[in-house]
Nanobody
Framework: QVQLVETGGDSVQAGGSLRLSCTPS????????MAWFRQIPGKQREAVAA???????SYADSVKGRFAISHDSAKNALYLQMNILKFEDTAMYYC???????????????????WGQGTQVTVSS
């Protein structure tokens, strides 16, 4: 079964930037919805960005204008560029995927059936 591996998490100061990467351990279907989620202890995992196979993106209001999701089809890698980081962006970040053409940030975690193990982002104020 395909698994996703996230990298790029780190500790940064507020206002800084990070780039998260997500790569599958095997091949993924040609039509796949991919997304980034984040979770802090005691709270529900929330979607922050999603991207369709065609490159259409959607974002949570809390990150709009600061985060950018992208996909490199040649490397089959998913990225999340995070700029102007805030203390409240501190969380474990997960990438998720589902072989389906329908894709939107409003979809909850139950929609996705392939997950990574997460990478920690810590922003100090």
């Amino acid at each position: 079964q395909v698994q996703l591996v996230e990298t790029g998490g780190d500790s940064v100061q507020a206002g800084g930037s990070l780039r998260l990467s997500c790569t599958p351990s095997g091949s993924t279907p040609s039509v796949t919805c991919m997304a980034w989620f984040r979770q802090i202890p005691g709270k529900q995992r929330e979607a922050v960005a999603a991207i369709t196979n065609g490159g259409t993106t959607s974002y949570a209001d809390s990150v709009k204008g600061r985060f950018a999701i992208s996909h490199d089809s040649a490397k089959n890698a998913l990225y999340l560029q995070m700029n102007i980081l805030k203390f409240e962006d501190t969380a474990m970040y997960y990438c998720a995927a589902r072989p389906n053409v329908y894709c939107n940030v409003r979809l909850g975690m139950s929609y996705y059936d392939i997950w990574g193990q997460g990478t920690q982002v810590t922003v100090s104020s």
